[in-house]
């Protein structure tokens, strides 16, 4: 049952997928025990289900119930524990709590930091999102600091052209944007686009890779035009 309300949820059914979803969490919560790790899978689909519903304070709840459960069976340092916290900024942010979701996504990078490492793609990852979260309430200055640290970071882990790289750079070039350095903007998204082109081996891709990338190229130009237009009309 599980296995199919993940395809409901693949299929955009998540009405489905909720009743399914809450079936098997009581079943499993009886029949193998609340800590297991297939009963904390199933809530934790449950809470993403619930957010696509437009029911975020449940799927709050939902996913506050999930970091006490790790947290209490395998401790706060754990990287289950800190991917439920993660998890749980995310829901946060739905529910328009912004302070309590900045917060969290803090206590998150600290933890992971300090049980992963300050360059561990995990960790940067969420970095990555908590500049982006900052950026959507206008704080460009302390996104854009943080954004070079993990764009410098991530080229010396991932490689210049690695798709997460090359993310963050386009990440930078919104908040130099956003601090109204449009040239250094405009020129940081022309190197995403010449980075988007030279980021896999064409020689190894198939056809369907190949089609994929090439759309995903057009549409970063696409972008790059786009910005540019806006960017010249602020001149």
Not at 133 to 152: E, F, T
Not at 216 to 235: P, W
């Amino acid at each position: 049952m599980f296995e199919q309300a993940s395809c409901l949820g693949a299929l955009d059914r998540f009405a489905e997928a909720r009743v399914l979803l809450e079936e098997v969490a009581e079943g499993y919560g009886v029949m193998l025990g609340r800590e297991t790790g297939r009963f904390i899978e199933t809530l934790q689909a449950l809470g993403t289900v619930l957010v696509q519903l437009g029911e975020p304070l449940r799927a709050k709840v939902i996913h506050e119930q999930v970091l006490d459960i790790v947290t209490k069976k395998h401790g706060p340092k754990d990287e289950r524990t800190i991917a439920a916290t993660v998890a749980l900024a995310g829901v946060i942010w739905s529910c328009g709590r912004e302070t309590e979701g900045l917060a969290m996504e803090v206590k998150a990078m600290e933890l992971q930091r300090e049980v992963l490492g300050p360059k561990h793609p995990t960790t940067l990852q969420t970095m990555h999102n908590h500049a982006v979260s900052l950026q959507s309430i206008g704080r460009y200055s302390v996104s854009l600091a943080l954004l070079r640290d993990v764009h410098a970071w991530r080229k010396e882990v991932l490689g210049e052209a690695h798709a997460h790289t090359v993310a963050s750079l386009y990440s930078l070039a919104v908040s130099l944007e956003g601090l109204g350095q449009n040239a250094e903007a405009l020129k940081t998204v022309e190197e995403v686009v010449n980075l988007g082109e030279k980021s896999y081996s064409l020689e190894e891709m198939s056809e369907d890779e190949l089609t994929e990338y090439q759309d995903a190229l057009d549409a970063m130009r696409k972008e790059f035009h786009l910005f540019e237009e806006k960017i010249g009309s602020m001149k």
